[in-house]
């Protein structure tokens, strides 16, 4: 069982940055696939980004829409998964999820593929 709690989000202008976390519990989470989704008013839930865990190394992947804005990272010390944000857009608002399961794979970015999700977390970018 893994629970995971978002946070970082806030109100910020267009062009400016946000970093967001997820603390997960569980004693397992250096061997799950982290990710966020996001969903806007109106929008179905949406997939952001995705890092995989391996003892050799650690792969990522991103929509095509945040490419080069924002960046998914992991502390397995701290059972946390970030997402530094720049460059925020208006469109980049919505409420941002975290999701983890076990396995390990960036081709895990569909919604029915998480077991597990955090309370989410509002992001507002001000244009």
């Known amino acids: 069982q893994v629970q995971l709690e978002d946070s970082g989000g806030g109100l910020v202008q267009a062009g400016g940055s946000l970093r967001l976390s997820c603390a997960a519990s569980g004693r397992t989470f250096s061997r799950y696939t982290m990710a966020w989704f996001r969903q806007a008013p109106g929008k179905e839930r949406e997939f952001v980004a995705v890092?995989?865990?391996?003892?050799?190394?650690?792969?990522?992947a991103y929509a095509d829409s945040v490419k080069g804005r924002f960046t998914i990272s992991r502390d397995n010390a701290k059972n946390t998964v970030y997402l530094q944000m720049n460059s925020l857009k208006s469109e980049d608002t919505a409420i941002y999820y975290c999701?983890?399961?076990?396995?390990?794979?960036?081709?895990?970015?569909?919604?029915?593929?998480?077991?597990?999700w955090g309370q989410g977390t509002q992001v507002t970018v001000s244009s």
């Open positions: 999701a983890a399961r076990s396995g390990s794979s960036t081709d895990y970015t569909g919604i029915n593929d998480y077991n597990y």
């Open positions: 890092i995989s865990w391996s003892v050799i190394q650690i792969a990522t």
